[in-house]
């Protein structure tokens, strides 16, 4: 091989080197490196935005499903007047007076606690003062209570309650959300890399092309000399002519093409019309050549089965089914409460003049103080013990939620094998096309070499009348398509590697990006 042709084989390999084609800048260019690309998106996505949302209303809800469990207080005051007749010869009245006037003011206040067993526990206090014109021993009187009371489920709603329900399923859709959010940042960032490369394939495209038609410009040249000398009839000239006609036209759709995958990758990455980096051109920096490395199928498989956010997902869903299931079986037994209660009861007030003669005892003379203290001694007291039976007749409706929540659940476990098996396929399918890719590199670099050598020697031939326009622009075309076809493996290679962290779940930590779960 002589010195011209090794010069001319450089020649033709030179434009493969570069990563960004100068020819077809049109207006201003930013710069932008993959992380950057990445980094734009995580900020400005709009579908990352609705998932984060979606993760704080999750979160939301389990505060509002939690608030089943805070203490309820009540607080509540009356007063009241009333004359009632009474038929009877002992009201304390004069017979024109059959109905005595009796007045209350009262106030009471109760807690109430719903507790994790299912039970309830309330606390109460009240206090009461009553004047009375018929034949009460105290008029003022001064009543105090306090008390509690425990009621506890037996059969329903024992292991499970509306609250409890309402809590668990918050947290499966929390954990659902959080899943999804995961996933949403995982497919953004796939997405977000695959539009990147397909923008560096589509540049390096449009250099071959604008190789491709100066090869054509060249061979057109040389024909058109050799008419001139006459050497070559003027018919020649159509063959180069329409070639380079036909190459311009290739050229035109891939720069179409280019504004179609910058447009792609502007929509993942940039926000409202606004965003200055609409109106210029993307030039990205990453080379695309590539080391190429084994795949460990069994590792990825076992990594993708714990990893994946879809798993996190649909398991999300099962653990909302179950606890639905729980609590519409739930519903099938009979009720049935244990019932437990104390309360304290503290009177005083002072003798009713118009009521028994006699004189009040001591400790009963006095207002709410005297009151309290007598509630305090426990001088009066009441105390309960209760079992209360609630016993459905057929319960038809409670059986048949239960056969539906039971065949729903079936629906989710089957849906969650599904997904693992997917995800199976998924793996298995990323792993056969990342190792294609990687070997069709080598497959692509070799034909790319010997496609140079070819038409280098075709001209060497051409320029000692041995060729033809045809052979030489056949020699061409096969150069350009092995260029494309070296770019095309380089590029697919980067987006099997891609799709291959996608399919095992490890993408956003292969990246860098830190995931808490915050939604922030």
């Not at 038409?455 to 031939?461: F, P």
């Amino acid at each position: 091989m002589n010195i011209a042709t090794l010069k001319r084989i450089v020649a033709l390999a030179l434009p493969l080197t570069a990563a960004l084609p100068a020819g077809i800048a049109l207006g201003a260019e930013h710069r932008l490196t993959l992380n950057e690309a990445i980094s734009l998106a995580l900020q400005k996505n709009e579908g990352l935005v609705i998932e984060r949302e979606s993760l704080a209303a999750s979160k939301a809800s389990v505060t509002a499903a939690s608030g089943a469990y805070d203490p309820l207080v009540e607080l509540d005051g009356a007063w009241s007047k009333s004359t009632e007749p009474l038929n009877s010869s002992f009201t304390g009245t004069s017979p024109a007076e059959i109905g005595p006037e009796f007045k209350s003011s009262e106030a009471g206040a109760a807690v109430r606690q719903l507790l994790p067993t299912g039970g309830a526990l309330s606390l109460r206090a009240r206090g009461a003062r009553e004047t009375d014109e018929g034949l009460t021993l105290l008029s003022p009187a001064y009543r105090t209570r306090v008390g509690v009371e425990l009621r506890q489920p037996l059969l329903r709603n024992r292991g499970t309650d509306a609250a409890r329900l309402s809590v668990r399923v918050a947290k499966a859709g929390r954990e659902g959300a959080t899943a999804s959010l995961r996933r949403a940042l995982t497919e953004t960032v796939a997405s977000v890399e695959r539009s990147y490369w397909t923008l560096v394939a589509v540049r390096l495209e449009i250099e071959v092309r604008q190789q491709a038609v100066h090869l054509a410009e060249e061979q057109l040249g040389e024909t058109q000399t050799r008419v001139e000398t006459g050497s070559a009839p003027r018919t020649e000239l159509a063959q180069p002519r329409a070639e380079l006609e036909r190459r311009r036209g290739e050229l035109l759709a891939s720069r179409e093409a280019l504004a179609r995958a910058e447009n792609t990758l502007k929509l993942l990455i940039l926000d409202g019309a606004g965003d200055a980096l609409w109106s210029e051109q993307l030039a990205p920096v990453e080379d695309a050549t590539v080391e190429v490395q084994p795949v460990d199928v069994p590792a990825s498989l076992e990594r993708a089965l714990s990893s994946r956010p879809e798993l996190a997902i649909a398991d999300a869903v099962v653990k909302r089914r179950r606890a639905e299931t729980a609590f519409a079986r739930d519903g099938i037994w009979p009720s049935l409460d244990a019932v437990v209660s104390y309360d304290r009861f503290g009177i005083a007030g002072s003798l009713n003049p118009g009521g028994s003669p006699g004189t009040l005892p001591s400790e009963l003379d006095g207002s709410f103080g005297k009151s309290f203290e007598s509630l305090g001694r426990g001088d009066f007291d009441a105390a309960r013990v209760a079992l209360v039976l609630g016993l459905p007749i057929g319960n038809r409706a409670a059986r048949g939620n239960a056969a539906v929540a039971r065949h729903v659940e079936r629906q989710s476990e089957t849906d969650l094998v599904r997904v693992r098996k997917t995800i199976r396929a998924e793996v298995l399918d990323a792993a056969a096309a990342l190792e294609t890719a990687g070997q069709r590199i080598e497959a692509a670099r070799s034909g790319r070499e010997a496609a140079e050598i070819q038409l280098s020697a075709e001209r060497d031939r051409y320029d000692t009348g041995l060729s033809t326009n045809f052979l030489v622009l056949t020699r061409q075309n096969d150069l350009s398509r092995a260029r494309l076809d070296e770019i095309s493996a380089l590029t697919d290679y980067r987006t099997a590697r891609t799709e291959m962290a996608r399919a095992t779940g490890s993408l956003i930590e292969e990246r860098g990006i830190n995931f808490d779960g915050t939604g922030r």
